[in-house]
């Protein structure tokens, strides 16, 4: 029999706020407060981009000393307590750390470069080590006091979803005994302009699975969850994780990628369809996404399901995406957090797509009805078809 794992405990800073109570409240209320328009990102342009509103702490050392490893400080400090009592219970040595990202201190990156460019001179402090890729794992695991393995995943918009398949794997194989698991991403205008040049930035706010969609809304974010045997307030169930290949950056136009995932966390968690009470999807905004994404959802679940893209309150947070919307499965499934047991809403104009699947899109109050599945599925795709599913449901009150 396959050991049960609980997500015992969230750390989560968004757009929609920081800390548990505000997030879920903002969350429930369809709050698009974080949304900001920045004319310091784009060349040449104004953007709508999702923001996290908040004092971040110090990082130290110098190579730590990025935004985004201070945000995920943030997120890692209100885990602190729980994560100190797997410390006790199990040893430093035998907690992971597997977190996903996509931009690292790449901001930080490119401020230096562009004042060396016009001084001669690097930024007093400055460490590349902030924008490689791993120094997210390695802060995190310094900041908490961890020995254990730790190490970043970066595979595009599904990395902080994959990470908990990572994680996953560490304990069952026996490598380690729990997990900080999750992910963080800042904005930068590198990957700002990197969209923009392919044309995949919405002028405003975005739009998921309406006709009238133009492109993605950029946000930034982080969480952190710890991941370890038994019962909690919400247990992982299952995850899928699939690659189709199929473009460097556009999705097969079917969905086949998403919807093998999909069924493949449903499996891995031993649970039908049907089973499934809310999805949340990756519901980017873009022509290609939101096409092929409305057809896997209908090839595995029909469109009777309950779904809602909760981008248009935060923005696509990209590498921490995977985590923060799994953060949002389970806030929806705590009774602490939640307790009228309301959906996550989808903030559109209501305009369907012509010649593809309707979706049963969640609106502002919709609640779970009574004697619902305690079980949700959220999604991520990454280019080149890098794909996962996570499987959350409600274990023990906290």
């Known amino acids: 029999m396959r050991q049960s794992l609980a997500l015992t405990a969230l750390g989560i800073a968004t757009p929609l706020g920081c800390g548990k109570p505000v997030t879920a409240a903002n969350l429930f209320a369809g709050s698009q407060a974080g949304l900001v328009e920045r004319y310091d990102l784009v060349f040449g342009r104004k953007v709508t981009v999702g923001v996290v509103d908040a004092e971040l702490p110090p990082a130290r050392p110098a190579d730590s000393a990025c935004r985004n490893n201070r945000l995920m400080q943030l997120v890692l400090d209100e885990i602190a307590e729980p994560v100190a009592e797997a410390v006790w219970r199990f040893g430093p040595d035998r907690i992971a750390v597997v977190l996903g990202t996509s931009t690292s201190g790449i901001a930080e990156g490119g401020a230096a470069v562009e004042l060396h460019h016009r001084t001669g001179a690097w930024p007093e402090g400055f460490s590349y080590r902030q924008q490689e890729l791993g120094n997210l794992a390695e802060h995190a695991a310094r900041h908490l006091g961890l020995t254990g393995p730790a190490y970043t995943v970066a595979t595009a918009c599904s990395s902080s979803a994959k990470a908990f398949a990572s994680a996953r794997r560490l304990i069952r194989c026996g490598l380690a005994d729990a997990a900080v698991v999750g992910g963080a991403d800042t904005l930068c205008r590198l990957t700002l302009n990197g969209f923009n040049a392919i044309e995949a930035l919405s002028p405003t706010r975005c739009n998921p699975f309406s006709r009238n969609r133009d492109g993605i809304t950029i946000g930034e974010g982080a969480a952190a969850f710890l991941l370890q045997p038994g019962d909690g307030p919400v247990r992982l169930l299952g995850i899928g994780e699939s690659s189709d290949a199929y473009h460097v950056s556009a999705p097969a136009p079917d969905g086949t990628g998403a919807a093998a ?138």
């Not at 806030?331 to 559109?348: A, I, M, Q, V």
């Not at 305009?351 to 009574?370: C, F, Y």
């Not at 990454?382 to 409600?394: D, E, I, K, P, T």
């Open 261 to 398: 995932a999909m069924r493949q966390a449903l499996a891995d968690a031993g649970l039908s369809p049907d089973e499934i009470c809310y999805v949340n999807l990756h519901g980017t905004g873009t022509l290609l996404n939101d096409s092929m994404e409305s057809q896997a959802m209908a090839s595995v679940f029909g469109v009777s399901v309950p779904a809602s893209s909760t981008k248009p309150m935060t923005g696509h947070m990209l590498g921490a995406a995977g985590a923060c919307e799994a953060a949002f499965l389970w806030l929806t499934l705590s009774p602490t957090h939640n307790p009228d047991g309301l959906l996550p809403p989808h903030l559109w104009d209501g305009a369907v797509m012509p010649d593809l699947p309707s979706l049963n899109l969640v609106a502002i109050g919709d609640r779970l009805p009574a004697g619902a599945p305690a079980a949700m599925l959220s999604s991520s795709f990454a280019f080149a078809g890098s794909n996962a599913a996570l499987v959350l449901g409600r274990g023990r009150a906290p």
